[in-house]
């Protein structure tokens, strides 16, 4: 106590507390802030088609905006609220569905992902010790799955539309790379940046990032067929099936490839160059500068 | 020149030199002269250092790289571009990274070198201006360090065009939309510098020739210029104690100086070392070579070009068609514009200065950056100028990572950068004046003690106490203006210099300059505040609270 009396009136003082404060309030922080992990999803297992059980989950979860026939809804200006379902296709609802983004909560410039809600939530751990836990943890899983491909039945028996794409159609390891990053920098790049970093778009909308594991193979796919909020459709002919897989294997391989150089300093480019350059490179030969220009401290006077 | 006498071991080895080139007194001159010690003159050699490692870093790339645009078909070590067509300049920069032992280590080592090589020399003019260090005599190499910040610039932007990835594509395509938008004359001067239609198979030998021998060697006359006039002129000092106008007070060259300075080389080769080997930079394999029907999100340009990217992203769309000619202001305003406002106003300020203040003496010592407000002002409303156009280059990486609108990051710079420079030179100000008022109270009425007395009736004060002898004379360093002769003397007859519409100019400049400064001064009797009488230190008197 009697020290920190003493180095109370210390020069550097005054930015120790500084200091101190943004630590405690960053510890604080992290301590509050929720935690957003999340398992990979599984998609797309088999499960019966039951169009009754499809009907039901969406009236409870989607007809309140798309309307009780799935025809879409606007509001007293003639603006629309939600459009029509009828002819989206099964990839369409097992993409908005899958990454959370449907049903919304919270309508605005664009849908978030965030977590599937739970009668779809096909990412649930099942890993437990306890067997009573990872038995239920698994009829829950395998109801969500269910569920998922009911709703997809339904959608799809009111119209076609694309269907989901088959395991094979996805693999990452056996799409062509380098045509990939060709057609990633030619279609992609614009909006989701070159490595898939994610990117701002106008109006408040933005490009998700896809270099998250999260963001599953099959989940690509159906985006690029579907064109969800602000993407385009890139349909088969445009990208045919080859060509997306090229693109799936290019952005897969590219996020699990590691950086030789260092750091990747998020992939972003020169902004983050940039201020690591002046923070962390003149930071540190100031701090040297300072060191071997400093006076030889004088000892402290004996109160 | 100071008086040190130099160490035996000096003296020594000077007589070894002098006993064959026969040059004790040119040796002894200059081997002991005095150098200043602060930190912030440090900046200077963070760009020199730079510069010396860009060199060795810089021969070592050239012995791989081709600067070539043949097209060839890519079949090496980075197996995602195999089969890619590509320039042979892109393929000899993955051969570089890839394939060539210590090359990718040379080449972030090279970048970082660049990064920090313009950022030191932004920040050691800051300094310079901030301190007034640019006064006569040393307007020179102020002009010469902005020379060299410019060239720094372009030698920048056409080293990192060499690699033909995407990224440096898209920057060129830039430069070239930027040259055609010079009036009347402006597609002429894209055609031959790039020797036909964008981006063609000239421009990068091109570049590449500038880039490794034009500018290097006028930077190295530059550098050289610069250090010769420093080393004659000698170095500016800070206001500290024992150093005067005419004296320099600080650690001979030999052995004090030159030991610091060869320990910060090494300082700067170990962080630029350190940041090449753990922190990526330009990944051009990620890129992926350029074709200009291909863009990516967050394409930015090195830092010290991204003033100008700034001023081009808010830049509203004008332009006007007339004869069947387009002027496109558009890119003409934001490439031309702002960087000309920020460099012509550095190259004029010290003969304005000089000219507004009237000031035509020798300055060794600096001035403390609040004793001169309107500098200081200045000073920071440019920072801000600068500062908000460099972040708008990075609008769309803001609105991505900090969730934002892109269209509200653009309308906020748009208004930012007037209504910016004037809040931070009203704010600034300001703090200047806060600072004198500060410095006055101490010389006054002396420091704060953190020692309270008690009165006999009870009161409690805190005891002043006159402050240390070194910052006595630090504060004391301040220049108190004198007013100007009146305009007009008794007769009526107008004082020279303030003749004229020029003259009235200068007149009201200099007021402004001065009017509001406050005298720091020692009084005749300074009383020292012991507590316990009135007037000032009654404020001081608080209640105890442990």
């Excluded at chain 2, 301040?478 to 020279?496: C, H, L, S, V, Y």
Aim: with cysteine; aromatic share 10%.
């Amino acid at each position: 106590m009697r020290r920190i009396t003493a180095w109370r009136r210390r020069p550097w003082a005054g930015y120790a507390v500084v200091l101190a404060a943004l630590a405690a309030i960053g510890a604080i922080y992290a301590g509050f802030s929720p935690q957003t992990g999340r398992a990979e999803a599984e998609g797309t297992a088999a499960a019966a088609q039951d169009l009754g059980n499809g009907k039901q989950l969406f009236n409870k979860n989607c007809a309140s905006c798309h309307g009780l026939n799935a025809e879409g809804t606007k509001d007293a200006k003639g603006k629309p609220i939600a459009p029509s379902l009828i002819g989206v296709g099964a990839a369409s609802v097992d993409f908005q569905v899958s990454t959370g983004r449907m049903p919304a909560m919270n309508p605005g410039a664009q849908m978030p992902r965030k977590e599937p809600i739970p009668p779809f939530d096909t990412s649930i751990k099942t890993d437990y010790e306890e067997k009573e836990k990872r038995e239920a943890a698994e009829k829950q899983k395998a109801q969500a799955e269910k569920n998922l491909a009911d709703l997809r039945a339904y959608i799809s028996s009111l119209g076609n539309g694309p269907d989901v794409p088959p395991a094979s159609a996805v693999d990452p390891k056996t799409g062509d790379v380098a045509l990939g990053g060709k057609l990633f920098r030619t279609n992609c790049a614009q909006c989701h940046n070159f490595t898939g970093q994610g990117g701002a778009l106008t109006g408040g909308k933005y490009a998700p990032p896809l270099n998250n594991s999260d963001v599953t193979p099959t989940q690509i796919y159906e985006a690029m067929l579907t064109g969800p909020q602000a993407m385009p459709v890139f349909n088969d002919t445009t990208l045919t099936p080859k060509d997306k897989q090229a693109i799936i294997a290019y952005l897969v391989q590219t996020r699990e490839e590691p950086n030789p150089g260092g750091n990747g300093l998020g992939r972003i480019g020169p902004v983050s160059e940039g201020l690591a350059g002046w923070l962390i490179g003149i930071g540190l030969l100031v701090l040297a500068a300072m060191w071997i220009t400093a006076k030889k401290p004088k000892k402290l006077k004996k109160p | 020149m100071s008086q040190t006498t130099a160490p035996q071991s000096v003296d020594a080895s000077l007589n070894w030199l002098d006993d064959r080139l026969g040059s004790t007194t040119f040796m002894k001159r200059n081997l002991k002269k005095v150098f200043p010690d602060h930190w912030s003159f440090m900046l200077g050699e963070i760009a020199l250092y730079s510069f010396i490692i860009l060199l060795l870093t810089g021969t070592f790339l050239t012995l791989w790289f081709q600067p070539s645009m043949q097209e060839v078909v890519y079949n090496g070590s980075y197996t995602k571009l195999n089969g890619v067509k590509m320039s042979q300049a892109y393929a000899s920069t993955l051969e570089i990274s890839f394939d060539v032992r210590g090359g990718l280590l040379m080449r972030q080592i090279h970048h970082w070198a660049a990064v920090l090589f313009m950022a030191s020399i932004l920040a050691h003019m800051l300094r310079v201006f901030f301190t007034g260090a640019y006064r006569k005599p040393r307007e020179l190499n102020w002009l010469i360090g902005i020379g060299m910040f410019t060239l720094g610039m372009l030698e920048g932007l056409f080293g990192y065009s060499l690699p033909d990835d995407l990224l440096s594509g898209t920057g060129l395509r830039i430069t070239q939309g930027v040259t055609e938008s010079i009036p009347l004359v402006g597609t002429y001067l894209y055609m031959f510098l790039f020797g036909g239609e964008f981006p063609g198979q000239d421009i990068v030998p091109r570049l590449f020739t500038i880039h490794v021998l034009l500018i290097p060697g006028l930077i190295l006359g530059m550098v050289t210029a610069h250090m010769m006039i420093m080393w004659h002129q000698k170095h500016t000092a800070m206001p500290v104690k024992n150093q005067t106008e005419q004296q320099v007070y600080g650690y001979p060259f030999y052995p004090v100086f030159m030991a610091k300075t060869g320990a910060y080389f090494l300082f700067t080769f170990g962080v630029l070392a350190l940041m090449g080997a753990f922190v990526q930079i330009n990944p051009i394999w990620l890129f992926g070579p350029y074709d200009p029907g291909a863009i990516s999100a967050g394409s930015q340009p090195d830092w010290y070009m991204g003033v100008l990217e700034g001023a081009l992203r808010i830049m509203p769309n004008w332009e006007i068609s007339a004869w069947g000619h387009t002027v496109s202001f558009n890119v003409l305003i934001p490439a031309t514009v702002p960087l000309g406002i920020i460099f012509t106003g550095a190259a004029v300020w010290p003969f304005v200065e000089a000219w507004v203040t009237g000031d035509k003496r020798h300055h060794n010592v600096n001035t403390r950056p609040r004793n001169a407000p309107v500098r200081t002002a200045t000073g920071m409303a440019a920072v801000t100028f600068y500062g908000m156009l460099w972040i708008a280059g990075a609008n769309d990486v803001l609105a991505d990572k900090f969730h934002l609108s892109m269209f509200g990051i653009t309308w906020f710079f748009r208004v930012g950068i007037f209504i910016g420079p004037y809040l931070a030179f009203v704010i600034t100000k300001r703090i200047c004046l806060g600072l004198q008022r500060k410095d006055a109270n101490i010389i006054g009425h002396g420091e704060e003690s953190g020692i309270i007395m008690m009165s006999p009736d009870g009161r409690y004060s805190e005891r002043h106490e006159p402050a240390r002898e070194e910052k006595r004379v630090t504060i004391l360093s301040k220049e108190n203006t004198r007013p100007e002769a009146p305009a007009k003397d008794a007769r009526g007859i107008p004082a020279p210099g303030s003749k004229g519409p020029l003259g009235h100019l200068r007149s009201r400049l200099n007021r402004a300059w001065t009017f509001d400064d406050i005298p720091v001064e020692e009084h005749e009797h300074g009383e020292h505040g012991e507590g316990g009488h009135g007037g000032v230190e009654g404020r001081e008197s608080r209640p105890l609270s442990r």
